[in-house]
Nanobody
Framework: QVRLVESGGGLVQPGGSQRLSCAAS????????MGWYRQAPGKQREMVAI???????TYPSSVKGRFTISRDNAKNTVYLQMNNLKPEDTAVYYC?????????WGQGTQVTVSS
């Protein structure tokens, strides 16, 4: 089993920045990739960023150039740096991990972009 705990959400003004963190614990060696998803009210959950064990990253066009995913293997932590935030980025952000034992989700952290 893998446990994921997110932190760093909150209220931010449009154009601002915020960094989310996701600390993984448990069967860390089984993890093959990690990422961030988000879900806004009334919308489907969507992928925001993915990073593989090799460090390759993937972003959708909606956040590319504004969001950056990174990982600190020594701390078993994945980060999502979000810049130039827009009101449409408002959502609950979930950390995600996939590995040989299955897939896992964090509890989610709310990010609200509003003036």
């Amino acid at each position: 089993q893998v446990r994921l705990v997110e932190s760093g959400g909150g209220l931010v003004q449009p154009g601002g920045s915020q960094r989310l963190s996701c600390a993984a614990s448990g069967s860390i060696v089984s993890i093959k990739g990690m990422g961030w998803y988000r879900q806004a009210p009334g919308k489907q959950r969507e992928m925001v960023a993915i990073i593989s064990n090799g460090g390759s990253t993937t972003y959708p066009s909606s956040v590319k150039g504004r969001f950056t995913i990174s990982r600190d293997n020594a701390k078993n932590t994945v980060y999502l740096q979000m810049n130039n935030l827009k009101p449409e980025d408002t959502a609950v952000y979930y950390c995600y991990a996939v590995g040989t034992l299955g897939s896992y989700w964090g509890q989610g952290t709310q990010v609200t972009v509003s003036s």
